[in-house]
């Protein structure tokens, strides 16, 4: 590998150009590709300098790149990255890694089997709040955790259809899917948090879902009643989907998936409960979290308690528990979305290319956190839990 780290990006949609752009803000590395099959798409990336490609294999044979930023539509995810692993380029892929079963075993082989790193880019992974909990939680700040909620509730219903009624790539997963077919940005911080795949391990999930009442209002409300995807039942996505997951030491996880409900987006929503304390994140974006410590915070839990517990801005506590992550990664002023996660999180997987070893977000963890799609979907299918694999 070249001093310089060269990069190629497959899918040079809106994603893949924000990821992209944040490079240039980065010591020691190049923007050398970018393949998509549109045209369309490719046309914002000319005049840039960079090599172009139609062909996913073409590029591959090309060889002129040291990693790549995987950023398709997610039926290509898997496929790709495991092409790339297997030609020794560094792989940061979006989200989800996988959406069957047998994706996951494929890709954990072939980063097993590769002397490159495979990280997928779970960017609320790497936002400042998150870090922050992360530390807490692995110094003990909560106590012994016992339970978690996560949600995504993100209104996408335009992002499904295309202007003249078609479908986009993420409407054929919905349409196709059923179950929680979004669950990384969720479980991602939570199952950090929970050290699952470290001294915990999820083990058993049971999924329900709502019917898709306002995915097909929005069809009829966009393109009219006789719109095929007018009738609930052209969906198999629900509105709301739900997955209770208990882990191996006896925590239980209450994740939802919501890309349908009209609402204000919240870009996150997260609880956090132990034995001696609790954090929950903002109700709306730009809304401060919240903990609460026994013996450290205001108050006392205890029923009739002469001081009522009271809730702390958790940013009272950046000082003590910035996560090094964070600390040595962030700067101010740069443009990076999600809270300057998708910024450090670049940070992090050219650091662990650089470095070798395992990075912040390893393939077990990247194949664990999306077998929740195919698991959720199986679960509401059969009406029953079922269990996690061992991938480790």
């Known amino acids: 590998m070249s001093h310089v780290l060269r990069f190629a990006v497959v899918g040079g949609g809106a994603r893949g150009w924000h990821l ?28 840039l300098g960079v090599r172009l490609f139609r062909d996913f294999e073409e590029m591959v044979r090309w060889e002129e790149f040291d990693a790549a930023i995987v950023s398709s539509p997610w039926a290509f995810h898997a496929r790709q990255s495991i092409r ?11 989200v989800p890694a996988c959406l069957t079963l047998e994706e996951c075993w494929e890709l954990l082989d072939a980063a097993k089997g590769s002397g490159a790193v495979y990280m997928m880019g779970e960017n609320y992974c790497f936002m400042r709040e998150q870090l922050a909990v992360l530390r807490m939680a692995e110094e003990g700040v909560f106590g012994d955790l016992t339970y978690a909620e996560c949600g995504y509730i993100h209104d996408v219903r335009n992002l499904l259809l295309k202007p003249d009624g078609g479908l986009t790539w993420r409407g054929e997963e919905a349409r196709r899917r059923r179950g929680v077919i979004y669950p990384t ?3 991602g911080p939570v199952a950090k948090w929970l050290g699952i795949g470290r001294h915990d391990e999820f083990v ?21 009643s006789d719109h095929p ?15 209770l997951i208990s882990t191996k030491r006896g925590a239980l996880i209450v994740l939802r998936v919501d890309i349908a409900s009209p609402r204000p987006h919240n870009l ?56 090094p992550l964070w600390r040595s990664a962030w700067r101010p002023g740069i443009e990076a979305h999600h809270g300057g996660g998708d910024y ?3 940070k992090a997987f050219i650091s662990a290319a ?12 990247a194949v664990t956190w999306s077998a929740i799609i195919p698991l959720s979907g199986k679960s509401i299918a059969e009406g029953r839990s079922v269990e996690f694999p061992r991938f480790r």
């Open 20 to 47: 992209a752009s944040l490079l240039k803000n980065l010591l020691g590395v190049e923007l050398v590709a970018v393949c998509d099959p549109d045209p369309g798409a490719l046309a914002r990336w000319r005049g």
């Open 84 to 94: 790339l692993l297997e030609e020794g380029k560094h792989v940061l892929c979006e």
């Open 185 to 187: 940005h969720s479980i």
């Open 204 to 224: 058993e999930l049971v999924a329900m879902d709502t019917r898709p009442a306002s995915l097909a209002q929005y069809a009829r409300e966009v393109f009219g």
């Open 229 to 243: 995807a007018a009738k609930e039942e052209f969906w198999r996505c629900g509105d709301s989907a739900i997955a």
């Open 268 to 323: 996150t929503y997260y609880h956090l409960q132990g034995t001696r304390g609790a954090y929950l994140s903002g109700r709306w974006w730009g809304e401060e979290g919240l903990v609460w410590i026994r013996g450290v915070s205001p108050g006392d839990s205890l029923h009739m308690s002469p001081e009522p517990a009271r809730w702390e801005p958790i940013s009272k506590y950046y000082d003590k528990y910035e996560h």
């Open 344 to 346: 450090v999180m670049l």
């Open 354 to 365: 650089r470095e070798g070893g395992e990075p912040f977000i390893s393939v077990y963890d």
